[in-house]
Nanobody
Framework: QVQLVESGGGLVQPGGSLRLSCAASGRTFSSYAMGWFRQGPGKEREFVAAISRSGGSTYYADSVKGRFTISRDNAKNTVYLQMNSLKPEDTAVYYC?????????????????WGQGTQVTVSS
């Protein structure tokens, strides 16, 4: 089973930027699609972004399109989420997840392993 550890969360002012990282264990990271999800206070977990195993295909929720960028470095077993122009409504716990197939999905129930989450708070 792939183990995932997120980092990079914190407190940022509206309009600011953060970069989240998700480090994965295991030698098969490059075979798997990865996704980022978030769960705000009192809300259900929602899709944010996903990336194919090669990094050649990426997908975004409409709410973050143009502001967030997902990327991966298979040599470092790490996936990133660059978040720019942050808004208060982006406040949430952010989770990375692995899907043990090549093609990503927006459906959280199709992901096999999850990290522990990292808190992102956007506030002045």
């Amino acid at each position: 089973q792939v183990q995932l550890v997120e980092s990079g969360g914190g407190l940022v002012q509206p309009g600011g930027s953060l970069r989240l990282s998700c480090a994965a264990s295991g030698r098969t990271f490059s075979s798997y699609a990865m996704g980022w999800f978030r769960q705000g206070p009192g809300k259900e977990r929602e899709f944010v972004a996903a990336i194919s195993r090669s990094g050649g295909s990426t997908y975004y929720a409409d709410s973050v399109k143009g502001r967030f960028t997902i990327s991966r470095d298979n040599a470092k077993n790490t996936v990133y989420l660059q978040m720019n122009s942050l808004k208060p409504e982006d406040t949430a716990v952010y989770y990375c997840a692995v899907r043990t197939v090549a093609v990503p999905s927006t459906n959280p129930y199709t992901y096999d392993s999850w990290g522990q989450g990292t808190q992102v708070t956007v506030s002045s």
